[in-house]
Each structure stands twice: as C-alpha cells, then as structure tokens.
C-alpha cells in the first residue's frame, strides 16, 4: 500500500474505524507518508466533520409530546374485569378488529383500483354478485367512519369560543375516531389513494389535536381547531368525499337492477 | 411528581399509564428525530413514534431493569424504521451521482468571507446537507445514519438491515460519495496539514 495511493473506500473504512487490523497499520502509515492522500483524507474529514455539526432535524413542535400520547392512549387502556372486558381490551380482539379494518378497507380501495370491472362471463355471475355484496358492505365501513368524522368535525365548529363548556365529550369522541382514522389512513396512503389519505390525514390531526386538550379544557382551548377546519374547509372536503361514496354504494345495486327493468 | 425511568417503568408494568406517559414524553422527541434522520420525512417519523411506543409497552415485560429506557426504546426505534423502510414502496429511488454533481459543484466556498456571508454559508450547507440526505435512497440513507449517527458497526448494520457486508459497506461508500460531491464546494479548505492523518473514529 506503500506505492499505491488509497482509494476513496479505503479512506471512508479508516475514517470510520473499519479497516481490517491488518491494513489499517498499512493505511495510517501510507498516510503519514503520502502528501496527496493525507489532503484527500483531510478534505472527507472536513465534510463529515461538517455533517455532525450543522445538520439539522426537523423540530415537531412545541405539542409534539401530548400529541404523541393523545394518539397512543386509546391503544394503551388496562385491562379490565370479565370476558366483556377482555373482549374490549385485550390487544387479541383489538388486533383482530384493526386487521378486519384493514382488510376492508383494502379490499376496498383494491376495487377502487380495479373499477370499472369488465363484464363478467355468465359462469362469473355469482362471484361478480357476491364483489358486489362485498364492496357494498366495504363502501358502507368507510362512509361510515366519514360520516362519525363528520358529524364530530360539525360539533367542533359549531362550538363557541366565547363560553366556557366543558368539552369532555367532544375530546372522547375524538380519541375514539383517532386510532379508527390512523388505519384507515395509513391503508389509503399503502393503496395508493392520495385524495383520502390526505383527507384521513387532515382529520386525524385534528382529533389529535381535541384528543390532547388538557382534560379540564373548555371550549376556548378549541378556538384554534375551529380556525383550522374552517380555514382548510374540511368539512366541505369530508362532505364531497362522503358522498363520493355513497354514489358508489348505489352504483352497484343499479348495475344489478338494469336487466330486469 | 417525577420517577426516574426505571421507577416508571415499573409502574407502568404495574399498569400505572400515567407512568408511561411519563416516559413517552421523555423519550418520544429523541425518537422522533432518530426516526426523522433514519426515513427522511416527517410523517413516516411520527409513525414510527407511535410504533416504537406501542411496541415498548407490550414489551415492558422484557424490558431489563438494570437496563437504559432510552437506549432500549432508541433501539426499537432503529427497528421500527428499518421495517417501515422496508415496506414502503420505494418513493425515492436515489438520484445518481451526477444529479449531485449539478447542484454541488456550482459553488465554491471563499476564504475569508465576511462574517454575516458566513452565516449565511452556514444556513446553505445546513440547507445542503438535508437536500443531500434526501439525494439517498432509502437503504443508502438508513446505514449512513446508523453509521455516522448512531455508531453502529458495518456488522451491525448488516444484520439490522439484513443486507451482505459488502452491500452494507458500498451503501456507506456511495452515501459518503454523495455527501462529499454536494458539500465539499462548501467547506472551507485550510491548510491540509492541519489535520491529523490517524483521526479515525470508532
């Protein structure tokens, strides 16, 4: 190594402290002794030196930390006495519960991709039937958890900053919808659907956001939230995208009834 | 009233959850940032928070108490992100080498700039960095990361992310490559001599 310079691998190994015992004497002595490789060495130095000290990350926000436990909470409740208990909240039913969410809604946002579906052969009737049925049933789960968002997102905005009221139901009922959002979410955004991963995505900061006002909030602590639904016009948002669906929860049953008028 | 972590952690397997909260807002902006430098958007980090959190509370049982939280919830964090890597499609393949070549080579640092042109050099090598890091591909960026921020072995790494060493070491070589083509215009050169040639680091 003594008459060949090091390469630019070579260098990076020694830098970081993995050169093979045996080469790393050869690479520190060839550097003591080779003007053109100790300058290249001192130029990577300086660049990796300049990464640990002006790189930057990202900084969450001052209410990073109660949004975090706002969203994990509702996954987190001890477990409570008898069998009705253990059904509501040991991770086993839970898991099961989020994996059939997610299978519907994949399933559904799978047909989604996959539409308009070409005529079937009359030997596919029933299994096209039988999608139908299926797809009827996955419209109905998402527009349903659109229209809970939905009818929380009106009582928000349709509070007053100017009183005082307790707003305890309003931040249960967001914990309740934020976890449901958080998988819809995340299977829209795996699917590839933008449009309602995004919209999933918008509403689910906003529950967040309720879910972490302090529990003794009053109505003035969601001024804020209101200014922001209002101003993204996410209601106008969920509104187009609810009845999206439901014109499709219609489509198939008048795909089905055309023959026989 | 505060408990050290392992306080908390025993409450909190004792089912105490303001225990954990405790230890989740302790904890969960060193996770966010770790998750940030490691899958590169904001978004795919809070993810990773939430998992990492969910994961180490149905672990507490596991969890040694003569150990460090937030070294053991770091770690599950590094799996949370390699796994949330790993399954995402790919958004970004990596650009190549020339792409960096157009955007870091159009300037060169001068010596001897005045100090407010200095700190705005700063903010652009700052700017730079983070356009560089994005410049990575997913495998590319996970093992500088655990490389050069974390300290992991080339091993190590290998195993975390379950890649040949051989992979794990050209993924560092070409994320090193990347960085030094968009940086280097941007770091001052003083004499070459002042620094040593056994500055290796562990």
Known sequence: ?261 | MTHTDAAAVALARDGDSEAFRALVERHSRAVFRLAHRMTGNASDAEDVVQETFLKAYRQLSRFESRANFGTWVHRIAVNCSIDLIRARPHREAGHDAADLEQFGAAETAEPGLPSPERLMLSAEVQGRISDAMTSLSKMERAAFVLRHFEGQSIDEISRALGLKTNATKHSIFRAVKKMRQALEPFVAQPEDESLSADGARG
């Open chain 1, 1 to 261: 190594m003594a008459t060949q310079h090091l390469t630019d691998d070579d260098l990076i190994l020694h830098y970081y402290g993995e050169t093979s015992p045996g080469d790393e004497r050869l690479t520190a002595g060839h550097l003591q002794q080779c003007g053109l490789c100790r300058a290249e060495y001192t130029r990577l130095q300086r660049v990796l030196a300049s990464i640990d000290e002006r790189s930057v990350t990202i900084d969450p926000g001052p209410a990073f930390e109660r949004t975090v436990w706002a969203r994990l909470e509702p996954t987190l409740k001890p477990a409570r006495r008898g069998w009705v208990g253990w059904l509501l909240t040991s991770p086993a039913p839970l898991g099961l519960a989020a994996a059939v969410v997610v299978l519907v809604v994949s399933a559904f946002f799978a047909g989604r991709a996959l539409s308009p579906a070409p005529a079937a052969p009359p030997e596919a009737a029933g299994a096209a039937a039988a999608d139908q049925i299926r797809e009827r049933i996955l419209l109905s789960d998402v527009g349903e958890h659109l229209d809970r968002s939905q009818m929380a997102l009106v009582e928000l905005v349709s509070g007053d900053d100017s009183t005082s009221v307790d707003i305890a139901n309003e931040r249960s009922r967001a914990e309740t919808l934020v976890a449901d959002t958080r998988l819809y979410r995340q299977t829209a955004q795996e699917t590839g659907d933008v449009v309602l991963s995004e919209l999933l995505d918008e509403i689910e900061r906003v529950l967040t956001e309720v879910a972490a006002t302090p529990e003794a909030g009053s109505s003035h602590d969601l001024a804020d939230v209101r200014r922001r639904i209002e101003s993204r016009d996410l209601l106008f948002k969920v509104r187009v995208i609810a009845s999206e669906i439901r014109e499709r929860q219609k489509a198939p049953i008048q795909r089905q009834a055309g023959p026989r008028s």
